[in-house]
């Protein structure tokens, strides 16, 4: 029996369901910490050894896409999913959730990694910008369809802790059937056949050239904070959701998630055409006002606080993620392009994984309302001065036309 559907269609059903597992969990790290009696810290430890695991699997994988081809590292990634998320729904304590948390991880990268390569392989029309808008949305819609899912699962099933892993278990299954069958066309196929040596897997970080040395300090200031404030909401938020919002239970922070991932892929599309300089501005200054409402909610207790914060988040995650790429590709040459990527996500990824850290650990020690406003209060610190400096920053502004 052959596969009546095109191989870009698998492949893009494929990457949803790949990246659809890794935030899963979120909605449900409230129902662990009451379920497990754990503190704040190893709620924040189950959420750091999945970046790290994110960030090892982009650091050491990322160019073995280019190298055996993109299917055969999807159908690996894939299959690293349902692995690690097999053993997140029977997990017993603590280690066993992180090994399959790290597992996770891991398969992300190669999932979104590999699956990119795919798609503008596969791509009939030859529009590498259509292709980046495509893969943009198939990969925010996948993580926001994850919480939504979890939070649903969580909030009416009476065993949330397995039964929320299912849905991903049985489209995860789908989706690496269909790519073992899948055949493609010789051209997608990559060109060297050369065998893999070590340096295939080792990382290749590049810094920008000196005279734009500052300006993509102020570039990778953007995914440090975006990624940051997305891992509170994504880490933190159901353990103080009680406090903002009158209405409790996974489903609640699961929406809040996938809201948040929906509206900055969206808010991506309509910001495409705005400069770069005012739309690192807009976005920075959205993540600062996302903090400070919800600094003010924590004492406010406002529902209308709360869906505000949510919107700015989601602006300021769009419009960073936005104007960070556009300028990564500004400074980037050819023989820089993919150096100067990884070095920018890697600051993104410890954006999530440092933060993230520390608020588990003040959290223990003097409660999760003065972590969480630290955190927030640190984050309007850095924002306002990096958003003057990258506005005004002469290699982030657009070059001025001579008469």
């Not at 994988?61 to 997140?88: H, K, N």
């Not at 699956?115 to 996948?142: E, W």
């Not at 590049?206 to 995914?223: G, N």
Request: glycine share 10%; proline share 5%.
């Amino acid at each position: 029996m052959k596969l009546k559907v095109t191989p870009y269609a698998w492949v893009s059903f494929a990457m949803i369901v790949g990246v659809m597992g890794t935030a899963l969990i979120s909605p449900l790290y409230a129902v662990y910490k009451e379920t497990w009696q754990l503190q704040t810290s190893d709620i924040s430890l189950i959420y750091v050894l999945y970046m790290a695991g994110a960030l090892s699997g982009l650091l050491f994988l990322g160019r073995l896409p280019d190298r055996v081809g993109f299917l055969p590292m999807m159908r690996l990634g894939l299959a690293l999913v349902l692995t690690g998320t097999f053993i997140s729904m029977i997990a017993w304590d603590m280690l066993s959730l992180n090994i399959g948390r790290f597992i996770v991880g891991v398969a992300s990268s190669m999932i979104t990694t590999s699956s990119t390569v795919g798609l503008s392989r596969l791509s009939r029309s030859g529009n590498m910008q259509r292709v980046a808008t495509m893969t943009g949305f198939l990969m925010a819609f996948g993580f926001g369809l994850g919480p939504l899912v979890g939070g649903l699962v969580g909030q009416f099933s009476s065993n949330p802790l397995m039964i929320a892993y299912v849905p991903t278990l049985l489209l995860g299954t789908m989706g690496l059937v269909a790519l073992l069958r899948l055949k493609l066309p010789d051209e997608t196929r990559p060109k060297s056949r050369k065998r893999l040596a070590v340096h295939d897997v080792l990382p290749k970080l590049t810094w920008s050239q000196p005279e734009t040395s500052r300006a993509f300090v102020l570039t990778c200031c953007l995914p440090f904070l975006a990624f940051g404030v997305f891992g509170l909401y994504a880490s933190m938020a159901p353990l103080f959701l009680d406090q903002l919002v009158p209405w409790h239970g996974p489903a609640v922070s699961g929406t809040a998630i996938a809201l948040i991932l929906f509206m900055s892929a969206g808010i991506q599309v309509i910001s495409g055409r705005m400069p770069t300089h005012w739309c690192g501005v807009a976005g920075l200054a959205s993540l600062a006002i996302s903090n400070a409402l919800l600094i003010l909610n924590l004492l406010a207790s406002s529902s209308i606080l709360f869906a505000l914060g949510v919107m700015f988040t989601a602006m300021g995650h769009g419009m960073c993620m936005l104007a960070g790429m556009s300028m990564i590709n500004r400074l980037a040459t050819a023989g820089t392009r993919s150096g100067l990527m990884a070095t920018y996500l890697v600051i993104g990824y410890f954006g999530s994984i440092v933060p993230m850290m520390g608020i588990g650990w003040i959290a223990d020690y003097w409660g999760l309302d003065v972590a969480v406003r630290t955190f927030c209060s640190l984050v309007i610190v850095i924002a306002v001065p990096v958003a003057v400096f990258f506005q005004r920053h002469p290699h982030i502004r657009p070059a001025k036309v001579q008469p």
